[in-house]
């Protein structure tokens, strides 16, 4: 593992107790960042103790509710010093089925959580790092915003749409010391597998030329990159991690 310096750093990391989200709160903290991590998991505390040495804290966060994304950022600042770098990683996957027959509260949910969560948080963050002269955000979307799976538009046009407000943002932030960010990655096999269908795992391992899913640990790689102060000239970008799948 390549060392990358986050010392000094504090962090926050949406979705952080499982899957993508567990293993970026990982890296970040391994290359010096102290790390709070957001989510709904019952075992949130353990997860946060299990980075390691530092002051890492796990946050209680609906990402849904604006009132506590507020509440979790005051918490966070207050046992990290500073945020800065937020890595917005909560996600659903959503129901598969054809458009005309997805379910009008299922496709609320996803946008709900997907979308809505993830400007909140960076509607909470941006004036704390504007006013400390410094940020990184990342947001994960998919190479399913760029392409669009089959019964899956919830979730395809929900990461397009991350896709879009990373660029917003980072044109908004450009001149603040602020880069934003996002992945696209392929399929990583996860816990939000759990909520696919077989023969959706199945499409998307047909797509992916190299013939496998990704690793967690390939993503957080990038992702800590990202987060860290040698992202200094990228913003508004959109990075690749489908093994080749996305042809733009």
């Given at each position: ?8 750093r ?23 960042a ?16 299990s ?17 506590q ?68 955000i ?24 991350v896709?879009?407000?990373t660029?917003?943002l ?69 990075f ?8 733009y």
């Amino acid at each position: 593992m390549n060392k990358l310096d986050m010392s000094g750093r504090g962090a926050i990391v949406t979705g952080g107790a499982s899957g993508i989200g567990y293993a970026i709160a990982q890296r970040l903290a391994a290359s010096g960042a102290t790390v709070a991590i957001w989510d709904m998991a019952a075992d949130i505390d353990a997860k946060a103790a299990s980075l390691g040495a530092g002051k890492h804290i796990g946050v209680k966060v609906d990402v849904s509710k604006y009132a506590q994304v507020e509440a979790g950022l005051a918490k966070s600042v207050a046992a990290l010093g500073k945020v800065d770098a937020m890595v917005n990683s909560a996600g659903v996957a959503g129901a598969n089925a054809l458009v005309a027959d997805y379910p009008i509260d299922e496709w609320l949910r996803v946008f709900d959580i997907n979308v809505n969560g993830l400007f909140y948080c960076c509607r909470a963050v941006t004036p704390h790092m504007t006013a400390n002269g410094y940020g990184r955000i990342v947001n994960i979307a998919s190479v399913a915003g760029k392409e669009g799976n089959p019964k899956a538009s919830a979730y395809s046009a929900s990461k397009a749409a991350v896709i879009g407000l990373t660029k917003s943002l980072g044109k908004e932030l450009a001149t603040n010391n602020i880069t934003v960010n996002c992945v696209t990655p392929a399929a990583v096999k996860t816990p939000i597998f759990d909520q696919v269908e077989q023969f959706h795992i199945d499409y998307m391992l047909s797509k992916i030329p190299m013939g496998r899913f990704g690793l967690v640990e390939e993503i957080a790689a990038m992702v800590a990159w990202l987060c860290t102060e040698d992202c200094s000239f990228t913003t508004g970008g959109v990075f690749d991690l489908s093994g080749g799948r996305a042809t733009y």
